[in-house]
């Protein structure tokens, strides 16, 4: 699997939109980006996940650059309660085990 | 709308012990997985299991662990002699056969190790 790059930390106000980016310039041709996010020591979620278009869905929208070596997660209208460390992970979709990074670690702040 | 159940929430034991963490996967997902996590750090892989039988794990999997589906909704990880460094949060997770692959994860069994 690709490795990705995210900042390991981000603020945002409430209500406003947050962009988190990654950085996976050694993505393969049948990878795709998948995001998923923990809150605090729950188990982590399944948000979003793309292989070159943009991809929105309840939750967040995915936008991959045309040469795919990076994308965003953008939450569109962020609440308290998306205050989270959000994983970006590049991964073949039949392969089986997730590869956790460090993440970035979301504040959103009132 | 469906979900991964995890029993205990917490578990504590003393070392040298036998624990069994459960773990009720969603009923139509045909894949499963044992994730931890200690405290501060990254969440990590430990097993994926199959048509009942692992089919990958990682090098923290050693003899100690186990994996079971004992039943149709059951999935169990078992750790035959409990050392203080398994403290950590378990995590279960199963995956649907087909689409997108995501998986989905229970809330988590705190194991302390004392």
Redesign the interface.
């Known amino acids: 699997d690709a490795k990705t790059t995210q900042p390991t930390s981000m603020d945002c106000a409430e209500g406003r939109a947050a962009n988190l980016p990654c950085n996976h310039s050694t993505i393969s041709g049948n990878e795709y980006v ?1 995001w998923y996010r ?1 809150i605090h ?6 948000i979003i ?1 793309g292989l070159k278009n943009n991809e929105t869905n309840e939750m967040a929208s995915l936008i991959i650059t045309e040469d795919r070596k990076s994308s965003t997660l953008i939450l569109p209208h962020a609440t308290l309660r998306d205050t989270a460390v959000y994983y970006c992970i590049v991964r073949v ?10 993440g970035t670690e979301l504040s959103v702040k009132p | 709308e469906p979900e991964v159940t995890q029993t205990p929430s917490h578990q504590v034991t003393q070392m040298g012990q036998e624990v069994i963490l459960r773990c009720v996967p969603i009923s139509n997902h045909l894949y499963f997985y044992w994730y931890r996590q200690i405290l501060g750090q990254k969440v990590e892989f430990l097993v994926s299991f199959y048509n009942n039988e692992i089919s990958e794990k990682s090098e923290i999997f050693d003899d100690q662990f186990s994996v079971e589906r004992p039943d149709g909704s059951n999935f169990t990880l078992k750790i035959r002699s409990t050392k203080l460094e398994d403290s950590a949060m378990y995590f279960c997770a199963s995956r649907p056969p087909q689409g997108a692959y995501e998986q989905y994860f229970g809330p988590g069994t705190r194991l302390t190790v004392t």
């Open positions: 998948y923990q020591s729950q188990g982590p979620q399944y996940h979709p039949q392969g089986g085990k997730l590869i956790f990074g460090q």
